[in-house]
């Protein structure tokens, strides 16, 4: 048994613009090439029933309104099942938008159809306003139940600090929206800080002593290297880690919350999960085994007999047909994977 798990985000109703997932054409394209090298199943099958087959599954991770409008009607289709990691808190509480189905029916032009932004924007519209209209609705995803399947994927979608290290200041264009989270709104001087998976490190809490004196300092001249110098020089207290028993608690409650939202919203079971982000640790990794039988990463690699159910691998789709076209070679050939992991020096990464 040899099974792969492909993973995207959304689907663009075109492809002229510089996006972060694939368009509309090149997804219907990249579904029949699938198609053509595996036998496509509902991802517990890959659990449930034994094959001889190469299979695959198709996942999406979020939520957004795109897989509603655009990937639900062609999956439907073409008969092809899919599963979907979940964000609980972004899901709005209602709302139904038209879809492609409306417009292959007359009812809807092309144009009327929601015009998704990039990800980076639907996660800062969503932490600035607490709701986003880039996310689907439960009722969209009661609809989409013929065809997907869902798992959950923590509830925030969060990034936190979690070293003290400043690596820059925020200068004012282009916020991360990460600093929404420890500053809203974000001002000129914020400390920028590495960051990671809320759902995978103890979380770096910034003092408001440090906030403060950031956001008062003149901005002028050489600023950030001024600023820098003088919290060094202050002694500023930068702020604290919260303790690995809190960072373990708050974890697996965000999990168990996904978890929950999604079975009572959808009257479902909900035993998948896929790490936001991909991100997680030997820290996280337990957590996560006591609340899911499935755990998915985005390690690239086969799901066997012999993996592991608690890491399991993905294969993104790629942005393009060229992508996709050489990952299908890879996981769909047996020469093909180990000519790749010749190059990856036998680590499948």
Known sequence: MKD????LHRVYPDGKKKRDDISLDSFVKALKLIKSRFKVVPLQALFEEKSKERRAAITFDDGYTDNFVYAYPVLKKMKIPAHLFLSSSRIRKSGVRKTLFD?????????ELCQPVSMYFAHEDFIKNGSSEEFLSWEELEKMKDVFSYGAH????????????????FSGEKVPWQLYLYHNPPFVGQPIFPTRSALDVKRFLPSKELLDFCKNFKKEGNWKESLRSEIEKRGINLGEFETEENARVRIRDEMLKSKRDIESNLGIKVNTFAWPFGHYSEFSKPIAAEVFDYVFTIKKGFITE????KELPRVS????????????ITFSTD???K??????RGKVL
């Open 4 to 7: 792969v798990v492909f993973f």
């Open 154 to 169: 923590g509830v925030n979608h969060f990034s936190y600090p979690y070293s003290s290290e400043i690596k820059d200041f």
């Open 306 to 309: 012999s993996s592991d159910p």
């Open 317 to 328: 789709i790629g942005k393009d047909l060229f992508t996709l076209i050489g990952r299908l």
């Open 103 to 111: 417009y292959w029916n007359g009812n809807a032009s092309f144009s």
């Open 339 to 344: 000519v790749y992991r010749t190059f990856k």
């Open 335 to 337: 020469l093909g994977f």
